[in-house]
């Protein structure tokens, strides 16, 4: 499966962004999803996942209460809504996808995930 994420921009601290994570290749329905982020200098880190029905969601601790994310199965595509955006969220986000494992669990491992796309770059000014 290939992934296409789009929606990144430059926005200001308090604003909102919608990504988009468009899957192509296979039928994604059976995929566990998730949006990692990477700031310069810094390791990778987990930001949002849910299992294949998005049922099931899991987010990081920066993520809760502000980041929401969902998936349309009929579009193949996921989704990350992003409010009240600090200047700490800047970095790429990477959408990923797989469907080697349990399609029922969240992945939060950057590892668990076998399909990457390519990163949409957030910058959040203050």
Do not use: H
């Not at 970095?91 to 990923?96: E, L, Q, R, S, W």
């Amino acid at each position: 499966v290939q992934l296409q994420a789009s929606g990144g921009g430059l926005v200001q601290a308090g604003g909102s962004l919608r990504l988009s994570c468009a899957a192509s290749g296979r039928t994604f329905s059976s995929y566990a999803s998730g949006w990692f982020r990477q700031a310069p200098g810094k390791e990778r880190e987990f930001v949002a996942g849910l299992n294949w029905s998005g049922v099931r969601l899991r987010y990081a601790s920066a993520a809760k209460g502000r980041f929401t994310i969902s998936r349309d199965n009929t579009k193949n595509t996921v989704y990350l809504q992003m409010n009240s955006l600090k200047p700490e969220d800047t970095a790429v986000y990477y959408c990923a996808a797989d469907e080697s494992r349990n399609p029922w669990t969240v992945r939060v491992d950057s590892y668990e995930y076998e399909y990457w796309g390519q990163g949409t770059q957030v910058t959040v000014s203050s």
